[in-house]
């Protein structure tokens, strides 16, 4: 079989596209060494996990360029393979080849806030009409794929759930590995983290104010992630809601962390929160079960799929319930190690290696 895959994410290795455009080829080509899976991409990339056949673009600004290869360019191009997957929310409205579209999320459609203006609005429409034409669509969860149902209109029938995997290098890392990652990004002894975006979905305001519950007390909040350039409505500043809630002095904002230190510092916390209102899937408690740390989530969308019964599910508006979780795992050692060994057990459940041949036997429904 050989399969052309849009490579338009591939300049973009930090997103979660990217990402499981890596993860999934690099699977792919790892348990079937007799198929081919190429990418069809603006552009060369030598950190790419296949070979990449370059097909120009004519438009030199961003968005009409990503859009002539969506919807031009790569349908043209896929003709000549016998499957085309387009591994993000954009297919071409007219295929030319049996298409598989990989839905990750439908925030655009289901959170008004990501709605965007009147061209993020019309492209949304676009992708959605578009999607309804493919064979079959890809969803990361069923908690997506019921969105994708529902908002799309599409038939149960067609949509297959993949559940990502989390890479091998999530695991519990040794204490030197530990240490050097405690020094380099100047980490407290005894803390909570949070590691994500900063947009309001991700609801990072129950963070602070869960951990500002607890009082006093010799634990610190480290946040992780690039920081929004100004506080507004749509990306409220952590900072400031540090200081509202009175533990400006006790949370540390380590920025940008590393691919290769993620392991070593979701491992060196104590407790990993992610109280997100909206996810597709949703890797970081996922990676964070994966390093042996307890987390406590909210119970929205995908994620009760993905942590299970491994740690606190609680409703993101529930700010009592979340400290006392929260005090519970900081003080109760017992539960502390029940849910550090839930969670290594319940991340075993998901692999790229399972991802692979999961979308492979979607490959071949389809051929």
């Not at 387009?86 to 925030?107: A, E, K």
């Not at 005894?190 to 609801?203: E, I, T």
């Amino acid at each position: 079989m050989r399969v052309a895959l849009n490579g338009l994410f591939l300049a973009y290795p930090a997103t979660g596209t990217g990402q499981y455009l890596r993860e999934l080829v690099n699977a792919l080509r790892a348990q079937f060494p007799h198929d081919e899976f190429i990418f069809l991409a603006p552009r060369a990339d030598s950190t790419a996990p296949a070979r990449v056949e370059i097909q120009p673009t004519r438009f030199a600004r961003e968005n009409p360029a990503k859009l002539e290869f969506e919807q031009i360019i790569f349908p043209r191009a896929a003709t000549k393979f016998d499957l085309a997957h387009v591994p993000h929310f954009g297919s071409p409205l007219f295929p030319t080849h049996p298409t598989i579209v990989t839905i990750h999320d439908l925030i655009p459609r289901v959170l008004p806030a990501y709605r965007g203006g009147a061209r993020v609005r019309l492209y949304t429409r676009l992708a959605s009409l578009a999607a309804r034409r493919a064979d079959v669509i890809i969803a990361d969860s069923f908690a997506s794929a019921r969105d994708i149902e529902t908002e799309l209109e599409i038939p149960r029938r067609k949509i297959h759930v993949v559940h990502l995997g989390v890479h091998a290098r999530f695991e519990p890392p040794p204490r030197a590995e530990i240490a050097r990652v405690r020094a380099k990004y100047k980490l407290p002894e005894n803390f909570v983290l949070y590691l994500g975006g900063f947009d309001v979905r991700k609801n990072v305001m129950r963070v602070v104010e869960t951990f500002a519950g607890l009082g006093t007390g010799d634990a610190s909040l480290v946040l992780a992630g690039k920081l929004p350039d100004a506080d507004s409505e749509f990306f409220p500043d952590p900072q400031m809601l540090a200081e509202k809630f009175g533990v400006l002095n006790r949370t540390h904002f380590i920025g940008f962390v590393a691919e290769e230190d993620k392991p070593a510092l979701y491992a060196a916390a104590r407790v990993f929160l992610y109280p997100s209102r909206y996810e597709g899937f949703g890797l970081p408690p996922l990676e964070a079960m994966a390093c042996g740390t307890p987390v406590i989530v909210s119970n929205s969308a995908s994620l009760p799929e993905v942590v299970g019964d491994a740690g606190f599910l609680l409703d993101a508006h529930d700010a009592q319930g979340w400290s006392n979780a929260l005090r519970e795992l900081l003080s109760n050692e017992t539960r502390w190690n029940e849910l550090h060994a839930r969670g290594l057990e319940q991340a075993k459940n998901f692999s790229w290696e399972r991802a692979a041949r999961e979308t492979m036997d979607v490959y071949r429904g389809v051929v």
